[in-house]
């Protein structure tokens, strides 16, 4: 025969549990933003330039990224001897691909300029959820090709969901999965990365990353550079 709990004792310890569980979640993300360089010295960064380069189905392509945060971004795409970019502010976007028949740039939907709004931000998205209204959630852990992971989701204001798989080891993100609608259809997206390393800025960024496009790896970061602003109008 079994003996029930009582109601009361019951509560507090639901309730204990929940706390731990709260608690647990917030050291996790603690340890991640000091994994990453800390929450000052990400908050000193505004502008940043990154040169990379990946292969995409066999073709090697090189790619420069200029980013002012939270205003706009601008990747240079070099492939087949052509150069196309695609650009993304906080009002609008473009896309000029050359090697896919386009012959001038053309402006994205405005669905995709909202969904694509985060893509602006340089810090990491630990450090600004709770101002942009999204949640987080610690679901229990998982592992990615024999690491042992945090499973974490992060629902935005439009409920779009990304789960980001963190290594209980030293608390960088190994993984992210997400969903999001591009020209009106859903896709998942995951990535995975690698490699990290320390710039003199005193953040840590991960140089290899690993996507549905293919591989890429960063070859090179200036931290707050200038940047013209101007280059983020379309050329052509």
């Known amino acids: 025969m079994t003996r029930k709990l009582p109601l009361l004792l019951l509560l507090v310890l639901t309730a204990f549990g929940f706390q731990t569980k ?52 601008k990747a240079e795409i070099s492939v087949m001897g052509m ?8 009002q609008a976007g473009w896309g000029y691909m050359p090697w896919g028949g386009q012959t001038k740039a ?14 602006l931000s340089i810090l990491d998205e630990f450090l600004t959820y709770q101002a942009k209204g999204k949640k987080i959630e610690l679901v229990g852990k998982d592992d990615v090709e024999g690491t042992e992971c945090f499973k974490i989701t992060m629902t935005d204001k439009d409920n779009k969901i990304t789960t980001y798989y963190i290594n209980t080891a030293d608390y960088h993100i190994v ?44 070859t090179s970061v200036e931290v707050n550079p200038n940047i013209d602003e101007n280059i983020f109008k379309p050329s052509n």
């Open 175 to 218: 993984k992210t999965t997400s969903k999001s609608t591009v020209n009106g259809k859903e896709m998942e997206s995951t990535s995975l990365f690698s490699n990290y390393k320390k710039l003199d800025a005193g953040i840590v960024l991960a140089m290899n990353t690993n996507g549905d496009m293919g591989e890429m790896e960063i």
């Open 106 to 119: 053309e402006p994205l939907t405005a669905e995709d300029v909202k969904s694509a709004q985060d893509q």
């Open 83 to 90: 150069l196309g970019y695609q650009i993304l502010t906080n």
């Open 22 to 73: 709260a608690q647990s979640l917030e050291e996790i993300v603690k340890k991640h933003i000091e994994a990453i360089g800390g929450a000052e010295n990400w908050k000193k960064v505004k502008s940043m330039k990154s040169v990379a380069k990946m292969n995409a189905q066999g073709a090697e392509v090189m790619i420069t990224i200029y980013q002012v945060h939270e205003k706009a971004m």
